[in-house]
């Protein structure tokens, strides 16, 4: 496994890191939400969704359960050992409107970008290929402060 990565450069938000991904170009930053234009860069540059670096393999999908079992995710492709860190803290949401009970790490050799079927919608990550599938995090209940 690859050393933890350094996020110092990451802006906080409630005391917690915000991923590259969750902020826009005018640097307003929410943990809750994928911006878009960041999604599609992270795929077509190969670069992680959280700490903003090139990827290496394998790449890793942060995830829902129901994520994990549909094959495709909301946030973007990752380092193994960026999805670690985020799925370590209570505050990090990668993306979802609330922390699910439970994170799911899968890796995989390569993945698609689905385009949004409406104009507007969100686009998505499906591995093409899953190498590994592993819960993460299952907590008691939802803190947030």
Known sequence: MSNPPDLSDRPLVGGSVVPFACVDDDGHAAHERVVKARAIQCALSRICGICGRVLTR????????????????????????????????????????????????VTTGGFDLVRPTRRGGPVSFRPNSVLDRETLLERESAPHS
């Open 58 to 105: 394998p790449v890793a999908f942060p995830g829902t359960p129901d994520e994990a079992i549909d094959g495709e995710f909301l946030f973007p492709p990752c380092h193994e050992s960026c999805v670690r860190e985020a799925a370590a803290d209570a505050r990090q949401l990668l993306g979802h409107d609330r922390r699910p009970r439970r994170w799911v790490l």
